[in-house]
């Protein structure tokens, strides 16, 4: 028999490992904030060895550094364009997703908040949490432009800088019991913003 399936079925084992020791991470942080990871902590939480823990993640930092880095994918993944779609729908398809029921429940606004702190928290944390913001704003901005290119780039920039503080007010406060049609209104101010014209000012220039 060929080695190379198995080489192919470990290297698959190790993904799933490696993505069970995250997810186990972001749980506790969600549940029990950074006091409550360890690695022996995380390694109970994925049900596997504190060694493969140790094997994977050198210290608590750096298990934590990852978690981070998992929260950013998908975080872009909500700016990503849908090819399908028109690029206006696309924008209002993407605006939308922050709203999605995933992205509203307890544990998941929870370690939003956790996240939050950790930028208080360590220098590396710190730095993640903005370059995430960053790209997650370059995204939202691209997607704007495409909807309607008539407008500058910094305008575009300017209008994902102000969706994104309402979205992470959104999700901020829905931990606080926000209201369905809170959050639809708060969607559809999203996409005024997004879609607005270009502003006076900026036409008589």
């Excluded at 060929?2 to 942080?29: C, F, G, H, N, T």
């Excluded at 006091?35 to 060694?51: D, H, N």
């Excluded at 605006?95 to 370690?111: G, H, I, M, Q």
Aim: hydrophobic share 45%; proline share 4%; net charge negative.
């Amino acid at each position: 028999m060929s080695p190379r399936p198995v080489r192919a079925m470990d290297a698959d084992e190790k993904i799933d490992r490696q993505a069970r020791i995250l997810e186990a991470a972001l749980r506790l942080l969600s549940l029990q904030g950074i006091s409550g990871v360890s690695m022996r902590a995380v390694a109970r939480e994925a049900g596997v060895s504190l060694g493969l823990v140790n094997y994977h993640y050198e210290d608590k930092t750096s298990l934590i550094r990852a978690a981070l880095r998992r929260i950013e994918e998908q975080d872009i993944a909500l700016v990503e364009p849908d090819p399908a779609l028109e690029p206006e729908e696309r924008l209002r398809a993407a605006l939308k997703r922050v709203a999605d029921p995933e992205f509203l429940t307890t544990e998941y606004l929870s370690l939003r908040l956790q996240l939050w702190a950790l930028a208080q928290a360590h220098e590396d944390f710190e730095r993640i949490n903005t370059e995430a913001q960053k790209r997650y704003r370059a995204g939202l901005a691209a997607l704007i432009h495409a909807a309607r290119p008539e407008l500058p780039a910094d305008e575009c920039g300017r209008r994902a800088a102000d969706i994104d503080v309402i979205q992470n007010g959104l999700w901020l406060t829905a931990l606080l019991g926000l209201d369905h049609a809170s959050i639809s209104r708060n969607v559809a101010r999203c996409e005024e913003i997004a879609l607005a014209g270009t502003p006076a000012a900026q036409r008589q220039d």
